[in-house]
């Protein structure tokens, strides 16, 4: 068996404890960045993605969905994860979120699909450790 295979087995985000080490420290930046001096534009930056988030025209559900299929689509993991959180703590279903990876996957492309696997382990993981 090579290394990578092996390697390749290994569950990526199955404990607990990974899920919480990416909110402390995503936490944890995000507070060095908001106490920087002078940080006008990213806290501004901040504000606007938090009152995007909120019901509207469109709910705070839908726009999670649409937040994570254009995370997907940029391929920008810390994005997915949070976006699948937020997902997850609306509750959204696995069936409503396989249809959300289809979607990211039809207009992204096959380049999603590494995303994609990784999404539904990170997933796997929110739903096992409610």
Not at 21 to 29: G, I, K, L, S, V
Not at 74 to 96: A, F, K, N, V
Not at 109 to 126: C, F, N, Q, S
Request: hydrophobic content about 40%; glycine content about 4%.
């Amino acid at each position: 068996m090579s290394k990578f295979f092996v390697l390749a087995k290994q569950p990526v985000f199955k404990t607990m404890d990974t899920i919480k080490e990416f909110n402390t420290y995503r936490e944890r930046m995000n507070d060095k960045m908001m106490s920087a001096p002078n940080n006008k534009i990213m806290k501004r930056i901040y504000s606007l993605d938090s009152l995007t988030y909120q019901d509207g025209a469109l709910d705070t559900k839908t726009k999670e969905m649409l937040g994570l299929v254009a995370s997907m689509v940029l391929r920008c993991d810390d994005c997915i994860r949070y976006h699948l959180q937020t997902c997850h703590e609306i509750g959204l279903s696995t069936e409503e979120m396989m249809e959300i990876f289809g979607v990211a996957n039809l207009v992204g492309g096959t380049i999603v699909i590494p995303h994609t696997r990784r999404a539904l382990e990170y997933w796997e993981a929110l739903s096992e450790n409610q």
